[in-house]
């Protein structure tokens, strides 16, 4: 009692066991039956652990009087909500379905990995890699010289399509133009577009004197034969 | 003799058959589903999340019914899978929410206030509110030993723990139960 006491005082107040009742129908013929099971669920208990040994479990043969009373009053059954019968009806076609689309998925993974990969491109040596691309800049070096070379001789984009140009302008116009040019231009860079018709050679020659021109003439056949020899 | 009367080992003789190993899984789906369900629902409480697992857990049975020990009994095998997986999505729940045990109690808590015939005054409520308050374990424990009445030596395979553990840890279950009960 003086254990008991320091444990638990609560437990040490309660009533008496000259209170209880009288035991329910049957219990005598049981008590042998539930004492060597307690023996058989001691001894499992023991050696696991000092601490669980110590603790009487509430185990299947313990009656129902020993527990509280409240355990009676309970029901067992779930006050949840339960789902619709058509949930278990329908729930293996669903777990199913669920396997056979995992088994076409890994089947699908299995053949992809089954199938050999071909690179699209075989793995270049670093030193051939770096041969094609010095000539490959050497290359693009050269082209853009030579492009930069060419369109430097090139007529400027600015200048004017003569070709092109020339049937436009009205003939008097261009009469007068030439017209007003210096010889000299004529004869050094304009000459051969000239028109034979539109030259009055004549009018060149017409202050020269015929015997002045013959002497030109003989004295120029002469130099040129000294120069032949 | 139906494919739907073979008892477990028969099922799962049956599921090494080729032929017969879709059959054979749709009787062991139809045998457990119910009591998985429940062994799940009382600890995940909602039913979306229940069924998520249960689906998970029948999966998970066909993948590794191939190398099922046939000196295990199958059922013990189904609850050890439900059990594992169940705990596992309580605790991916847990990380997901960034919340500690009090807090998940809490939220399962909410979720038995919220349900349409939730009844305060009636004992079967305030069992399942008191249960909430127990860590995760000992309410295996308790649902499998007060609600399934499975033997502790069953309970030991499932859950790799002592018959003496279980036994204690039932035990205080109990009075924890009881004292959240009777305080009222």
């Known amino acids: 009692m003086k254990e008991l006491n320091e444990i638990s005082t609560a437990v040490a107040n309660l009533p008496g066991s000259n209170c209880l009742s009288t035991p329910p129908a049957g219990y005598f013929s049981s008590l042998p039956e539930t004492i060597m099971a307690k023996i058989a669920d001691a001894e499992n208990t023991q050696g696991i652990n000092p601490f669980i040994s110590s603790v009487t479990p509430p185990s299947e043969n313990v009656p129902e009087w020993e527990q509280s009373t409240i355990w009676g009053e309970i029901s067992k059954e779930s006050p949840l909500e339960t789902p619709g019968e058509l949930y278990f009806q329908d729930f293996k076609d669903n777990v199913l379905s669920r396997i056979a689309k995992e088994q ?26 770096m041969q094609w691309a010095a000539a490959a800049a050497i290359v693009i070096l050269v082209g853009i010289s030579s492009l930069i070379y060419f369109q430097t001789d090139s007529v400027p984009a ?37 028109n034979s018709d539109e030259f009055e050679s004549e009018n060149l020659f017409s202050d020269v004197n015929d015997e002045e021109m013959k002497v030109y003439l003989q004295q120029d056949r002469l130099s040129h034969i000294v120069n032949l020899n | 003799m139906s494919i739907a009367e073979l008892d477990d080992k028969d099922l ?61 009994k199958l059922y013990t095998w189904l609850y050890r899978i439900a059990t594992n997986e169940t705990l596992s999505f309580i605790e991916q729940k847990k990380k997901n929410a960034s919340v500690d045990f009090d807090q998940l109690s809490e939220t399962f808590t909410n979720k038995l206030v919220a349900d349409k015939n939730f009844e305060p005054s009636k004992l079967e409520w305030k069992l399942q509110l008191a249960i909430q308050q127990l860590p995760e374990k ?40 009881e004292e959240y009960i009777l305080k009222g």
């Open chain 1, 158 to 194: 600015n200048s004017m399509n003569l070709s092109a140009e020339l049937p436009k302008i009205d003939d008097q116009e261009l009469n007068a133009f030439i017209g007003e040019q210096p010889h000299e231009v004529l004869t050094e860079s304009g000459l051969a577009n000239v």
């Open chain 2, 138 to 177: 000992q309410k295996i424990v308790f649902h499998l030993r007060y609600y399934d009445e499975m033997p502790y030596e069953e309970m030991s395979k499932i859950l790799d723990t002592s018959v003496g553990a279980l036994k204690a840890s039932y035990h205080h279950a109990v009075k924890k139960i």
């Open chain 1, 104 to 129: 076409k998925a890994l089947l699908h993974l299995e053949t992809a990995m089954e199938t050999p990969i071909i690179p699209l491109y075989k793995k270049i040596p670093q030193k051939i890699f």
């Open chain 2, 12 to 72: 799962v003789l049956q599921f090494h058959d080729p032929i017969l190993k879709e059959k054979a899984f749709t009787s062991i789906i139809k045998k457990y589903q119910e009591k998985l369900y429940w062994h799940i629902r009382r600890m995940v409480i909602d039913h979306e999340d229940t069924n998520d697992v249960l689906q998970n857990v029948f999966i998970k049975a066909w993948k590794g019914l191939a190398n099922f020990r046939e000196d295990a």
